[in-house]
Nanobody, 127 residues
Framework: VQLPESGGGAVQAGASLRLFCEVHGETATTYCMAWFRQGLGIEREADAAIYVGGHSTYYSDSAEGRFTIYQDRAKRTLNLEMSSLKPEDSAMYYC?????????????????????WGKGTLVTISS
């Protein structure tokens, strides 16, 4: 499984960005996909997850209300729509894949149980 991300860039505070994660090599119809971030010198943080094959989505407190995770079935991408961006949102953003269990158990947010990771896309927010 390969998960190349794209869509990162440099924008000003208050702007929006949409990140994309392509899913290659996955044949299962149900699994868990998630977005994480890691800022410079900061521990990895979980942002959002979606149960692929169903309709459930999950958000961290920092992402709730500003970020939207969704699947573009036609393009087979996992997208993260980010709005009202703040300088503290600056980070490398990664998408990851886990089994269905990671979504409905909530363990996706720990990251360690996700099986596959992309290489990341950089988001920089200036004040």
């Amino acid at each position: 499984v390969q998960l190349p991300e794209s869509g990162g860039g440099a924008v000003q505070a208050g702007a929006s960005l949409r990140l994309f994660c392509e899913v290659h090599g996955e044949t299962a119809t149900t699994y868990c996909m998630a977005w994480f971030r890691q800022g410079l010198g900061i521990e990895r943080e979980a942002d959002a997850a979606i149960y692929v094959g169903g309709h459930s989505t999950y958000y961290s407190d920092s992402a709730e209300g500003r970020f939207t995770i969704y699947q573009d079935r036609a393009k087979r991408t996992l997208n993260l729509e980010m709005s009202s961006l703040k300088p503290e949102d600056s980070a490398m953003y990664y998408c990851a894949k886990g089994t269905s269990y990671e979504c409905y158990s909530g363990s996706w947010s720990r990251g360690s149980r996700m099986d596959y990771w992309g290489k990341g896309t950089l988001v920089t927010i200036s004040s």
